[in-house]
């Protein structure tokens, strides 16, 4: 079979993992990159040898284009999905899915009427440490579920605001710490912990005074299993410190430290595995674009669902707009 032909589209930070999974890939070909910033969208032709176009109609028009990669500003997320499920490519959706609910439940009706594949790169459920979590929850043996803990306490200074028009604004990120950093996060407390039925959570804006979204949030998930979520997170640490999962049960607490997975049954504590991380400034983001990427490419050729669907992203993304709410109105709100 011949390769994908591969589009992206923004050609910013998180454009690098997505090239490499591309690259690395037997199945894809990157062949276009597009960017509205013209020496950006340049500079990346010219380093992987391929073309590239300013106008993100000219990637929807382009007949040789199989799947596009949508890795721009979040308020083009549904937009820009959506044209393309229209146009007839199959699409790789960064997180978050969009920065508002109606957007988001009309891109639900458009992947429906359209014979083609979205995916959504929550990556972070393809580490090995989350991978095994989830395997020991549906096992059983861990007993009922009682309690999680989620921390992301990591640093962003003022320029990570200022060298991008768009994040730091509501009308165009949507939010702060939580949609751009602890998202992933916030979704693998519910991925393992089981479906949360109300939030109550804070946030707010302590070090960051030339933007209009949080810094730091404090938060609670209420399950529908009965047990209890508590989340702390922030950009206001020295450093980006690694992320903290805990996740109590009846006969086992399961803890991720580190990027190693620990099982303690109350007398000793059990080393299960540990994640492998790429080297450099962003190693915090792992290797799970790759298993990501692989997945939505086979289900695009196998015609089914990828494993991290549309609606994965949307209850993820729910999760952050839902703590949103409940932080203007000050009172704890449904899940859904």
Known sequence: MSKLNVAIVGCGAISKVHIQSIKTLQMSKLSLACDCNEEIAREVAIAENIDY?????????????????????????????KEALEAGKHVVLEKPVGIDYDEMIELVETAKRANVTIGITLQNRNNATVVKMKELVKSGVLGDF????????????????????????????????????????????????????????????????????????????YYK???IGNFYGTNNHGIDSDVELEFV????????????????????????????????????????????????????????????????GIQATMLVLKIYESSRNNKKVKRS
Not at 53 to 75: F, G, Q, R
Not at 199 to 215: C, F, P, S, T
Not at 281 to 308: N, Q, T, V
């Open 53 to 81: 176009v300013t106008d993100y109609k000219e990637v929807l028009s382009n007949a040789s284009i199989d799947v596009i990669h949508i890795l721009t500003p979040h308020y083009l997320h549904c937009q820009m999905a």
């Open 146 to 221: 009682i309690s999680s803990k989620g921390l992301v306490v990591w640093n962003r200074e003022e320029d990570y605001y200022s060298q991008s028009a768009w994040r730091g604004r509501l009308a165009t990120e949507g939010g702060g710490l939580l949609i751009n950093q602890a998202i992933h996060i916030l979704d693998l407390m519910e991925y393992i912990g089981g479906e949360v039925e109300f939030i109550k959570g804070n946030i707010m804006n302590y070090n960051h005074k030339d933007i209009e979204v949080e810094d730091t949030c404090v938060a609670q998930f």
């Open 225 to 227: 299993n009965g047990g």
């Open 249 to 312: 049960y009846e006969n086992a607490t399961l803890r991720l430290l580190d990027h190693q997975l620990f099982v303690n049954n109350g007398t000793d504590s059990k080393l299960m595995c540990t994640d492998l991380l790429p080297s450099g400034d962003k190693a915090y983001w792992g290797l799970g674009h790759e298993s990501c990427i692989k997945d939505i490419y086979s289900a695009i050729i196998e015609s089914r669902e990828p494993k991290i669907s549309l609606n994965d």
